[in-house]
């Protein structure tokens, strides 16, 4: 219910920021969906909480989704909000039993939904706030392993996903929004935080590394500005894959195999 990356906290904050100061980036959100073409009827929703950044026609496009979440206020707000059902799942495919980052899990949730489409919808730079990960880098570096050999596996996915957080406002515009491939923290800090906003007055500006900028070499990917709470800014990055035919075809299979083993037993 309460914890540092969501629970009643971020659901207080959405009811009183969604539809003003969010407006901006959740309006982006949507472009940047709307351009996600997965071929997967059906959709699992990583970290829904209560889908403030996502729009009912963006859910529409989905016969089935499944709402990934441990905070049991998202089953009430996602109903209310969106009036469709959704599926449900609690499991914790992230985290171990003594609440450390464990790459085991995501091979089971990917093995678990062959033939969904998955949005990680704000989540994996809330990793770094579940875990302290600081003082063991090395074990969320031997997740992002496994995780992308997982995802190489599944068929369509997308996420956003904070990469630097802090009191100094990212300049986005048209012409540096997008970039062919990763990007690193020097060159996010250079790219949009010039100098001259940095050095401004006698203001301390800091800025969090959510530790998600290796994430996914190879693709294409779009920051946007989130103002989370007044003057508190986080540099968001976007990122989605396609699955191929090919791809979806080998899931279909796989799950259609999976349920004649299941009738049969």
Not at 216 to 238: N, Q, S, V, Y
């Amino acid at each position: 219910m309460i914890n540092p990356a969501g629970g009643i906290v971020y659901h207080t904050r959405a009811l009183r920021y969604r539809n003003t100061l969010w407006r901006a980036f959740r309006e982006e959100t949507h472009q940047w969906l709307s351009e996600w073409n997965p071929a997967e009827q059906d959709l699992l929703i990583v970290g829904s909480s209560g889908g403030y950044c996502l729009q009912p026609d963006f859910l529409s496009r989905f016969r089935s989704i499944t709402a990934l979440d441990p905070d049991p206020l998202t089953r009430f707000i996602l109903r209310k909000r969106f009036a469709r059902s959704f599926e449900w799942d609690r499991e914790d495919y992230f985290f171990s039993k003594r609440g450390h980052l464990s790459p085991v899990g995501i091979e089971k949730m990917v093995r678990r939904y062959p033939s969904h489409a998955i949005l990680f919808s704000n989540f994996l730079g809330q990793l770094r706030c579940l875990d302290n990960l600081l003082d063991k880098p090395e074990r969320f570096a031997d997740w992002k392993v496994t995780f992308r050999e997982c995802l190489e596996r599944a068929g369509s996915w997308a996420s956003f996903h904070d990469r630097l957080s802090g009191n100094l406002e990212p300049l986005i515009s048209a012409s540096n929004s997008s970039s062919s491939d990763l990007v690193t923290d020097s060159g996010l800090v250079d790219r949009f935080y010039p100098s001259s906003t940095r050095a401004s007055g006698t203001q301390t500006h800091e800025l969090l590394d959510h530790l998600t900028g290796d994430l996914f070499p190879g693709f294409a990917r779009r920051f946007l500005k989130w103002e989370l709470t007044p003057g508190r800014f986080h540099l968001i990055e976007a990122v989605h894959s396609n699955g191929s035919a090919q791809q979806l075809g080998k899931k279909l299979s796989a799950e259609s195999a999976s349920r004649e083993v299941s009738s049969l037993g």
